[in-house]
C-alpha cells in the first residue's frame, strides 16, 4: 500500500515555486513567491536558514557544490553560501524575469522572458555567454556536455554550441510554450502548453517520437532516461511512458 503523507511544512509565507534535492539527499531548498528560499535539513526537513534578499519571487534553483543558486522575478540569479547563508554574488544582466536554471560543474545557464540564455560562472560571477535567437519569452533550460537547449513562448527548441554561442538548430513542431527540456544519451524530452510530449534526436535534428494522448491540459515536468519519460500536467496525473512496459498512469 501507498505510504502515508507524513508531515507537511508552512514556513513560507507565499507559493512554493520551487524545489531542489541535495544529491547526497541531505538538504533540500525550496523557493517562494514571499521572494526567499528556504534550505531544510534531511529527513526530518527541519528549516535550517532562509535566505533573503531577491526582490521577486524565486523562480527556480540550482544546487552547484557548495552553492545554492537562485533566480527570480526580479531579474537577477543570486549565489549563496550553502552552509552560511551569506550571498557571495548577484548575476545581473538579464532584463526580465529568470524564468529556469541549469548547471553543469561550475557552470550556470539561465533562461529569460527577456528572450535571451546567458552562461555563468559560478565562481567569478562572470557572464561567459549571451544565446539570443528566440524571439519571445523563454521558460525553460538544459546545459549538458557543450550544447544548450532551450524552449519557450515561441513554441521553438533551440540547440546552442557552448563555445561559440552558434545557434545549431531551431527545432518546430509544439504549437504552444514549451514549459520543460530534458536529455539523456543525445535524445531530447519536451513537454508543452499544447499538451504533447516531444522526443528529438539532437543529431539528426528531427522529432522521432510525439505523444498527443497522455495529457488532457498543459505540462509542467518532463524527466527522461534510457527507458522511460515521467511527465506531470496540470490534469493532476504524472504519467510514465516506459518503452517497454508500455503506458503507466498514476
Known amino acids: 500500500s501507498a505510504n502515508p503523507l507524513q508531515l507537511t511544512k508552512t514556513h513560507h509565507e507565499g507559493s512554493v ?5 541535495s544529491a547526497d539527499q541531505t538538504f533540500l ?15 526530518h526537513l527541519e528549516p535550517e536558514r ?3 534578499g531577491h526582490t521577486g519571487g524565486v523562480l527556480d534553483i540550482c544546487l552547484v557544490k557548495h552553492y545554492i543558486v537562485s533566480s527570480s522575478r526580479d531579474s537577477t540569479i ?11 554574488r548577484r548575476l545581473v544582466g ?10 553543469q560543474d561550475m557552470h550556470v545557464v539561465s533562461a529569460s522572458g527577456d ?4 552562461l555563468w560562472d559560478i565562481e567569478t560571477g562572470q557572464c561567459l555567454r549571451t544565446f539570443q535567437g ?22 521553438k527548441l533551440k540547440m546552442w554550441d557552448v563555445r561559440t554561442g552558434q545557434c545549431l538548430s531551431s527545432l518546430t513542431g509544439h504549437t504552444d510554450l514549451i514549459r520543460t527540456i530534458d536529455t539523456c544519451e543525445g535524445k531530447v524530452v519536451t513537454g508543452s502548453y499544447d499538451r504533447t510530449i516531444k522526443v528529438w534526436d539532437s543529431k539528426q535534428n528531427k522529432c522521432v517520437l510525439s505523444f498527443q494522448s497522455g495529457h488532457s491540459s498543459w505540462i509542467f515536468n518532463c524527466l527522461l ?8 500536467g496540470q490534469d493532476k496525473k504524472i504519467m510514465v511512458l516506459d518503452f517497454g512496459q508500455g503506458l503507466t498512469l498514476i
Do not use: M
Request: proline letters at 3%.
Open 29 to 43: 531548498v525550496s523557493g517562494s513567491s514571499d521572494s526567499t528560499c528556504l534550505v531544510w535539513s534531511l529527513p
Open 225 to 232: 532516461n534510457r527507458t522511460k519519460i515521467i511527465s506531470a
Open 50 to 52: 532562509r535566505l533573503r
Open 94 to 103: 538579464h532584463a526580465g524575469p529568470v524564468n529556469a536554471l541549469a548547471s
Open 78 to 88: 543570486r549565489v549563496w553560501e550553502k552552509n552560511t547563508g551569506e550571498e557571495l
Open 17 to 21: 515555486l520551487c524545489l531542489r534535492l
Open 115 to 118: 528572450t535571451t540564455v546567458k
Open 134 to 155: 528566440h524571439t519571445r519569452g523563454l521558460a525553460c533550460v538544459k546545459l549538458e556536455g557543450n550544447f544548450v537547449y532551450s524552449g519557450g513562448q515561441d513554441n
